[in-house]
């Protein structure tokens, strides 16, 4: 299980393991988080949205190990890393695509191609 907080984001093995912080982004507030349906260890998170309590410098990132390491898919682009996105999902027919609604900067494709993160098992 996963959870998008404004404290972060936390992960949850099985239904009776605890709630463990999983967030290498000290001080961001993680608007959403999306398991891919074709890999379920590859996991994007959303960050900067927090509707009433305001928004800041956003971006998505991508973990295709359980949260043990992650890589941004928006460095590369500012106008959307720089602002809050407020969803993120997987095409589960092609999972190569990554959609992300953002708060002020709009609908984004994210298309990994050929270079799609390999599926930790």
Known sequence: YWLATSSGVYRK???????????????????????????????YVAYGF????????GGIDVTSDNGATW???TAGL?????GPVTEVEVDAAQPSKVYAA????????YDWGASLPACAR
Do not use: E, N
């Not at 927090?50 to 410098?57: F, L």
């Not at 953002?102 to 494709?109: A, D």
């Open 71 to 73: 890589t941004s898919i």
């Open 50 to 57: 927090a509707g009433v309590s305001g928004q800041h410098q």
């Open 78 to 82: 500012p106008a959307l890393h720089r």
């Open 102 to 109: 953002s708060y002020g900067r709009g609908f984004w494709v």
């Open 13 to 43: 093995t099985g239904a009776t393991g605890a709630w463990t912080p999983v967030d290498h982004r000290d001080g961001y507030v993680a608007s959403d988080v999306t398991v891919d349906p074709t890999c379920a260890s590859r996991v």
